[in-house]
């Protein structure tokens, strides 16, 4: 059927919009889209780049905690130990009690036990005590063996004076200053004695 005048140019209109609407989208392509497109490649190719560089440290510190998983086993243990022989409070009763029992095994004459100031520091406090006695020299060696060795209370002779009584001759008038310490805002030390 041959087409009339308006049909024609009808068609042809259409053909014309239509070969415009494609060199428009071509022209927005070419310079719209294309750039959209060549962007959203790079950002991934940038986030593929990242995602491969934090894979890759997720990798290694997975493989430093394994490595060093008995490693910290290790040091919370030994941390819940020390916590365990160090005083919660600036009253130390197990600490006294220690200090009393020593005294006694060791035949030492205490004169007076008596607490000093407590000396502060930025993560553990300081707390020592004086002490006025009177024992034998081999009795005194066994008690500073058992202050400085003493498995169940972490305690250190700070000062030592050591007389002779011409009255008494065998036993020696002894001033010792003795502490303990208490760790404070310590979140390591808060966390195993709370898994004690």
Not at 162 to 172: E, I, K, Q, V
């Amino acid at each position: 059927m041959p087409l009339n005048p308006e049909q024609k140019r009808t068609l042809t209109m259409i053909a014309f919009l239509g070969i415009l609407g494609l060199a428009g989208m071509f022209a927005y392509w070419h310079f719209v889209g294309q750039v959209d497109v060549e962007n959203l490649v790079k950002a991934k190719a940038e986030l593929e780049a990242k995602t491969t560089e934090v894979n890759a440290e997720l990798q290694t510190i997975a493989e430093f905690e394994k490595m060093t998983e008995h490693e910290y086993a290790e040091l919370e243990s030994m941390i819940a130990r020390v916590s365990k022989v160090l005083p919660q409070s600036r009253h130390p009763e197990e600490f006294l009690i220690a200090l009393r029992d020593i005294l006694g095994l060791t035949g030492i004459l205490t004169q007076r036990l008596n607490p000093e100031p407590v000396q502060e520091y930025d993560r553990f406090a300081e707390i020592p005590y004086s002490i006025k006695a009177t024992g034998r020299f081999h009795d005194f060696g066994t008690f500073l063996s058992m202050v400085e060795q003493n498995p169940d209370r972490f305690m250190r002779l700070k000062t030592l004076k050591l007389t002779n009584d011409p009255a008494h001759p065998s036993f020696h008038p002894i001033e010792v200053g003795v502490s303990t310490f208490m760790l404070k805002n310590d979140p390591i030390a808060k966390t195993a004695r709370k898994k004690k």
